[in-house]
Structure formats: structure tokens, C-alpha cells
């Protein structure tokens, strides 16, 4: 018999979740266990048990484990999961027929994909869906004209009866890219160059669906799933795991540590280490030894281990500011400088301490770069220390009194600067109007207004 197709009223949006910090098994001392996942499973949402004897009966039934034929996002940042002729949405929602949700598609699908191709508007951001020969393009729940095509005509030499596919833009591939799969078979499709690279990838199982979410690669087969790298196809340690933890909300399974997540948990109100935001616009915050990207609102929040970007950095960091591509951490007296690409590389020679590097005392409160200025603000108490990137050695060039008595952190972004103080900040304009304000600018929540949560 065929699954129940159920209102749509049980179905999830995956872009507001509320991610669970990871769970550390006791004993793992080697920071790469301290390796983290998807799991944006605890939503909140009043209706949760709307429908229980119906939701009941799903869950369990996608808890019973089903190997999914393809999974993806879409424009809105909703997660499709689909097997057959059924469809998932986010990690919680009962199933549909696929076809509600994409008129045209009939019977099941081999693999699917949300575009990532900003110089082709056209393209970007649309789903793929492949299904035999075939592939379809959808933007708001329509089929964009021309589709069904060949595979072979949009996407020349990928194969057919395909497994899986998963986009990689540039910056975690070389350039905007596809994954596609088909067996134990990996082909790299250049979406500039139309060039297909065959890839040799032991470590990572034939997948039958693959997924990026917040630029975390996975790859599934039956109820397990690796993480791995869409560049070198290593897979991380600690793989595979299983998808029932992870990736749905299942009775008695997931793992995430719900005491932590009242007491650090992206809504818990509690001040954040430090801020930065980067030159491709990525917004990093700090807290313990977490961190979560501000910008990813679309996708969903998510909690990762510092040690999984910044291996060297463990324990909670005091400040961060962004130079010259770079990254740099004060962490005590000691400075981490990283250089940022795909991955995050320590420079040689670090950590050094602040002093030698900025010819500051440690530790410090907050820093903060605006722009292409090379002069980097630094908070300590009630002062503000301007140092000169561009100078050596480094030296304080300025010191401002501050009309705050301790700063929790501060960052300079396109909307300025921000100075956050326990669960709220303050907007200012450049670093002389925060010196020299009389008047406190409006108290921002960071919880609600950067952070989605409700209040
Ligand atoms: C949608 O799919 C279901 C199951 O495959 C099928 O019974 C139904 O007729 C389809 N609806 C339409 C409008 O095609
Ligand atoms: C999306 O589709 C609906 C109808 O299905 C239409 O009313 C709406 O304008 C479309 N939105 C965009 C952005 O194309
Ligand atoms: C993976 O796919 C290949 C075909 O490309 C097949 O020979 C092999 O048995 C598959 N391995 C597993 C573990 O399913």
C-alpha cells in the first residue's frame, strides 16, 4: 500500500529552523571528533503535534528507514526529500505525492539538484530534476520552458540514470560546478566550461542522493550518510552515520544535547564571543566553541565546531577582525591569524603574541575593520585603540574614550558597525560616531533581528 498523503499543513519549512550545537560524546578529546552535522530539527513550531495520530504514522514510516532517491533544497531554502512518487518536506513534514508540488514529474526520480549559478539568472537558483534521460528545471513550482530536455543537451556528457547530483559553486569548488553521480562513477560538470571531469573517489559510498546545506557536502545511500569534500572526496572521520539522527525527527533518536541548547542554543539570549564579517560577505558569530554564519538565513541556521573551520583555535575566542583576506583571532595574549580560501589555513609562524602583532596588550574585548580601511579598532574596558594594518611595526595611532563600560563584541559590516552588549547592539555609522556619541543609539535584539528567533 501506498503511503497516506496528508495536508499540507504538517509540512516544514526547513529556512527557520533552530539548530541543536552538537552533541559531544564523552572522551573525545581529539578536536576531530568534535566533528558536526545538519540537524536543524528543532523548529518550535506550535503545530508540531497537530496531527498526531497521522504524523504518528509517517514518522514512522519515514523513520523506518527509506533510502531516498534524491534530496535538495529549493529557492526558498525548503528541503525536499524524495522517494518514489513521495515527497518530504523539510525534516519534519508528513509526505506528499511529488507530483503537488512538481505538476509535470511522474512516478519516481533519480536525482536532484538547486542550481548555483549567479552569471546565468536564468539558471540560478532553479531545481534539476533527472529522471532517466530527462531533465527538468523548476522555479516557483513551475516547469521553466524548454524542459523536459536531454540530459545530454543541457548537460553535455553526464550519463543517464543518474543516482545523484549536487551543485558546488566557486569558492568551494574551482568554479560553479555540478556533482553528479552514477554508481561508484563521479563526474565534475564545469558549468562555464561545459567540461566533465571524471573524478576517482574510494572513500565516498555510490550515492543515491546527495545534498549540500550551508556548504557541507553529504552523501546518502539506504539509511547512512557520509560527509565528504567536493573538491578532493575525502570523507570526514566518524562516517558514515546514520540519516534517522540527523536529517528527519525521529522518536527517540537525533543528537543533539537539549540542555546545551537551552543554555547556548542560537535563541538562549546568551552574549556571543565576537562578530566578523568577510570580504565575500559571509557573517561568522562566536560563542564558546561554536560558531554560525549570520547569512545563511535562506538555508537555515546551523551550530559548528570552531575546530572544524579554524583547526587550531579550541576553547572560546575574545575577538576577531577581517584584513586583507585574512582572518585574525585574539584569543588571551595570543593572536591567530588565518588565511581565508576554500579552507582555512593558520599562517606560519602563528599563533604569535598580541603585543609583537598589533602592539596592543592583551586580552582585548572586541575589534572590529570597516571596509578597505587598514585601521582596525580595537575595544579594551572603556577604550577604543585605533592600530595601522598598513604600518610596521604595529603601534596605536589613536585611543578613544568610550562611552560603554564593557563591549562583549563588535563588527563592521555593509550596515555599519555593531557593538554588542549582552543580548543587544548598537548601530553607529563609523568609529568616530561611536567614540563620540552622547546619545546611545536604539538597542537592536541580536536574537531577533540578526539571529531569526521569535523574540
Ligand atoms: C499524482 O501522483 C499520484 C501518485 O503517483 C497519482 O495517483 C495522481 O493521479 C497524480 N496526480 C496527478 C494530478 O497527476
Ligand atoms: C510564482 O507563481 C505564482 C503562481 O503560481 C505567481 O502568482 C507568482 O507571481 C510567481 N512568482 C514569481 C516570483 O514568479
Ligand atoms: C557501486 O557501483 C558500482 C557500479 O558503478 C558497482 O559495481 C558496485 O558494486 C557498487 N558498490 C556498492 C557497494 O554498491
Not at 159 to 185: I, N, Q, R
Not at 223 to 245: A, C, I, L, M, W
Not at 401 to 410: K, T
Request: net charge negative; with cysteine.
Amino acid at each position: 500500500m501506498r503511503l497516506l498523503s496528508l495536508p499540507l499543513c504538517l509540512s516544514w519549512v526547513l529556512a527557520l529552523c533552530l539548530a541543536a550545537p552538537p552533541h559531544h560524546k564523552e572522551g573525545h578529546s581529539d578536536p576531530h571528533h568534535k566533528e558536526d552535522y545538519a540537524h536543524p530539527d528543532q523548529h518550535g513550531h506550535p503545530d508540531q503535534h497537530a496531527h498526531p495520530e497521522h504524523s504518528h504514522h509517517h514518522d514512522l514510516v519515514r523513520c523506518s528507514g527509506i533510502e531516498f532517491d534524491a534530496i535538495t533544497l529549493d529557492e526558498h531554502g525548503v528541503t525536499y526529500f524524495i522517494k518514489d512518487d513521495h515527497l518530504w518536506k523539510g525534516y519534519r513534514g508528513s509526505s506528499e505525492f511529488t507530483n503537488q508540488t512538481f505538476h509535470e514529474l511522474h512516478g519516481s526520480i533519480d536525482a536532484a539538484f538547486r542550481m548555483h549559478h549567479k552569471v546565468k539568472p536564468e539558471d540560478h537558483d532553479r531545481v534539476f530534476i533527472f529522471k532517466g534521460d530527462h531533465v527538468w528545471s523548476f522555479y516557483n513550482h513551475t516547469l521553466e520552458d524548454g524542459f523536459p530536455k536531454l540530459i545530454n543537451s543541457e548537460f553535455p556528457g553526464i550519463p543517464y540514470e543518474l543516482d545523484a547530483a549536487v551543485e558546488c559553486p566557486s569558492g568551494e569548488c574551482k568554479t560553479d560546478s555540478v556533482l553528479f553521480f552514477k554508481g561508484s562513477h563521479v563526474y565534475h560538470y564545469d558549468l562555464l566550461t561545459h567540461s566533465v571531469k571524471e573524478k576517482y573517489w574510494p572513500a565516498v559510498m555510490n550515492c543515491t542522493s546527495a545534498y549540500r546545506w550551508l556548504e557541507r557536502y553529504f552523501c546518502f545511500q539506504g539509511t547512512k550518510f557520509q560527509r565528504f569534500h567536493p573538491v578532493t572526496g575525502h570523507v570526514s572521520e566518524g562516517y558514515p552515520k546514520d540519516v534517522r539522527d540527523y536529517f528527519m525527527k525521529c522518536p527517540d533518536r537525533g543528537h543533539g544535547d537539549k540542555t546545551r541548547e537551552a543554555l547556548f542554543g542560537r535563541c538562549s539570549g546568551k552574549p556571543f564571543d565576537a562578530f566578523t564579517a568577510d570580504d565575500e560577505g559571509k557573517i561568522y558569530a562566536f560563542r564558546g566553541d561554536y560558531f554560525l554564519r549570520l547569512d545563511t538565513k535562506r538555508d537555515g541556521y546551523h551550530y559548528w565546531s570552531i575546530t572544524s573551520n579554524w583547526k587550531e583555535l579550541h576553547d572560546h575566542i575574545n575577538a576577531v577582525f577581517t584584513w586583507d583576506h585574512k582572518m585574525y583571532f585574539i584569543q588571551g595574549d595570543q593572536v591567530y591569524i588565518y588565511k581565508s580560501d576554500v579552507h582555512y589555513t593558520l599562517v606560519e609562524g602563528y599563533p604569535k603574541p598580541v603585543e609583537e602583532e598589533l602592539g596592543v596588550k592583551g586580552p582585548v574585548d572586541a575589534a572590529f575593520l570597516c571596509g578597505d580601511s587598514h585601521l582596525v579598532h580595537i575595544i579594551q574596558g572603556k577604550r577604543m585603540l585605533d592600530v595601522d594594518m598598513s604600518e610596521t611595526p604595529r603601534k596605536v595611532v589613536k585611543e578613544w574614550p568610550l562611552p560603554f563600560d564593557h563591549v562583549d563584541a563588535a563588527m563592521c559590516g555593509a550596515e555599519g558597525i555593531r557593538v554588542f552588549i549582552g543580548d543587544i547592539y548598537y548601530e553607529y555609522r563609523s568609529p568616530m560616531l561611536l567614540a563620540t556619541s552622547r546619545m546611545q543609539p536604539f538597542p537592536h535584539k541580536t536574537r531577533k533581528e540578526l539571529l531569526g528567533c521569535d523574540n
